[in-house]
Structure formats: C-alpha cells, structure tokens
C-alpha cells in the first residue's frame, strides 16, 4: 500500500508572512491523486464509501488503518478522470482536505497547518478563496480549513481506536484480490487485511453488545460488504488499459505482500 504521505509533495506552514497574497482555488481537479491506487478513510465514512468503494485495512502488526482502493494498478486511479474530475459519487476526506494537512510534534499535542504549494489550485492571481486578508488577518476561509482538519483529526483518533480494537481481538488477516486482464495479464492487490467473517460471528456477546454500542460492529459489516466493490471496479479500467475479465474472490496471502 501507498505511504501516508501519498499525493503531498512540498508541504510548509501556513504563514502570514510568507501566504498573505495567495488564495487557493479547490474542486476544479483531482488531478493530484490520479496516481494514487488507495487512500486512508475514517470509520465515520464507511457508510458512504462501502456504497462504491473496497475497504480494506493496511498497515503492520502494531498498526492498521482502513483505507480505500481505488485502482488495481499500483499509479492509477481508477476513479479520477483525464479531465481531473473525480467519477466516483462520494470523495474521501482524506482527498478532500488537501493541498491543506495538519503535522505534529512529538507529543502530538501542537498542530500544524501546512500546505502543499506544488498544488495548481494555489495561486497569487485572486483565483478562488483567499488565506490572509489585506491586514494579513486568517479570513473565514483558512478558518473552516482549520475547522474541517481538526475535525478530521479528531474521526482518525476515533478510528484508530476501532483499529485497535480490531487487533485486539485477532480478527484481521491478511488478504489478496487477483484479476486477470482480457490480454491474459495477471494482476494482483496484495498487503492488506480484511475482517474474518466466522470470527467476527464467534465473539461473546458482551462484545458484540459494545462494539454495537460504539457502531464498530456497523462499520465492520460495511467493510465486509464492501469487498464486492473489487469486481464492481473492473468496469472502470480506462479505455486504454486492456479490458479485465471477471475477478477472483480475495484469497489468503502471506502478510507483508505488496502491489504486483
């Protein structure tokens, strides 16, 4: 899977000094994230993106985060036009909030607003919404920014904490989506884990209660329920790449694989 970093290539701090007279234009493109196959979700978004998206989970044995895969090319994007518009009805936030993204100290306890300043949409012509007033004051905009990341800050703790509970109780394992292309190329989505279904249904009740309480056990039947979008996705490989015969169901696979 993709690093974290993923479309953000030359993210500084939001400043005063040095952004008073840009203004960034957003909604235009998605162009930035044509090359990316997957990206992170939070567990409030399942319900939106398990309608048209796989979710699965990435990460190592200490850490996993649910994510969407939207390609089976490892550069491609199956969900964002060459126009740059995004085909899929729901974007993630994850997409959604850039070119802006928080970063923090070691603590973790102090944010940082910065912004990716290789993204088209910023600019100095007045195009679309501005970060400083005339007196180098935050306008309304740059304060919903920072409204909607801190917000989003505040979904990724939650969903870590479903992640986490998740290990806790052994029910992810490792899992691959094998395709095969009408050229007879094979094609594999690899690295990544899904719930196991019979253990998620052998748990004690007292924790089925609570993970319904906390609408974990909602999002943990979305997730299952949006593996089907593996084979739904295949309709949208571009012109110019072979057209894809039917997918194979996620198979087991060995962790720790990657994209081939």
Same mark, same amino acid.
């Given at each position: 899977?993709?690093?974290?970093?993923?479309? /953000?290539?030359?993210?500084?701090?939001?400043? %005063?000094?040095?952004?008073?007279?840009?203004?960034?234009?957003?909604?235009?493109?998605?162009? +930035?994230?044509?090359?990316?196959?997957?990206?992170?979700?939070?567990?409030?978004? +399942? %319900?939106?993106?398990?309608?048209?998206?796989?979710?699965?989970?990435?990460?190592?044995?200490?850490?996993?985060?649910?994510?969407?895969?939207?390609?089976?090319? #490892?550069?491609?994007?199956?969900? $964002?036009?060459?126009?740059?518009?995004? !085909?899929?009805?729901?974007?993630?936030?994850?997409?959604?909030? /850039?070119?802006?993204?928080?970063?923090?100290? #070691?603590?973790?306890?102090? +944010?940082?607003?910065?912004?990716? #300043?290789?993204?088209?949409?910023?600019?100095?012509?007045?195009?679309?919404?501005?970060? +400083?007033? *005339?007196?180098?004051?935050?306008?309304?905009y740059l304060g919903t920014v920072l409204g909607f990341l801190q917000e989003y800050q505040g979904r990724f703790r939650r969903t870590q904490a479903y992640c986490d509970r998740l290990?806790?109780?052994?029910?992810?394992?490792?899992?691959?989506?094998?395709?095969? !292309?009408?050229?007879?190329?094979?094609?594999?989505?690899?690295?990544?884990?899904?719930?196991?279904?019979?253990? !998620?249904?052998?748990?004690?009740?007292?924790?089925? %209660?609570?993970?319904?309480?906390?609408?974990?056990?909602?999002?943990?039947?979305?997730?299952?329920?949006?593996?089907?979008?593996?084979?739904?996705?295949?309709?949208? $490989?571009?012109?110019?790449?072979?057209? *894809?015969?039917?997918?194979?169901?996620?198979?087991?696979?060995?962790?720790? %694989? *990657?994209?081939?």
């Open positions: 899977m993709p690093t974290q970093q993923l479309f /953000y290539k030359t993210a500084v701090p939001v400043t %005063a000094q040095r952004h008073k007279d840009w203004s960034v234009k957003t909604g235009d493109t998605y162009s +930035f994230a044509s090359e990316v196959n997957s990206v992170p979700v939070t567990a409030i978004e +399942f %319900a939106q993106a398990a309608a048209e998206y796989p979710i699965v989970f990435a990460g190592n044995d200490k850490s996993v985060l649910p994510a969407v895969i939207l390609g089976v090319r #490892e550069n491609e994007n199956l969900y $964002v036009g060459a126009d740059g518009k995004w !085909l899929g009805k729901y974007v993630p936030a994850f997409v959604r909030r /850039y070119p802006f993204v928080f970063s923090q100290d #070691e603590a973790g306890t102090t +944010f940082t607003l910065h912004i990716d #300043e290789t993204f088209s949409g910023c600019n100095q012509a007045g195009r679309g919404e501005r970060l +400083f007033d *005339a007196d180098g004051a935050q306008t309304q290990m806790e109780l052994g029910l992810l394992q490792p899992m691959q989506a094998q395709f095969t !292309l009408s050229g007879g190329e094979q094609r594999s989505l690899s690295g990544f884990m899904v719930i196991d279904r019979a253990k !998620l249904k052998a748990l004690p009740a007292d924790v089925v %209660a609570d993970m319904l309480s906390k609408d974990e056990l909602e999002c943990s039947f979305l997730h299952l329920a949006s593996l089907r979008h593996f084979q739904d996705m295949l309709d949208r $490989v571009r012109p110019e790449t072979p057209a *894809a015969a039917p997918a194979a169901e996620p198979e087991p696979a060995p962790a720790g %694989a *990657a994209v081939h």
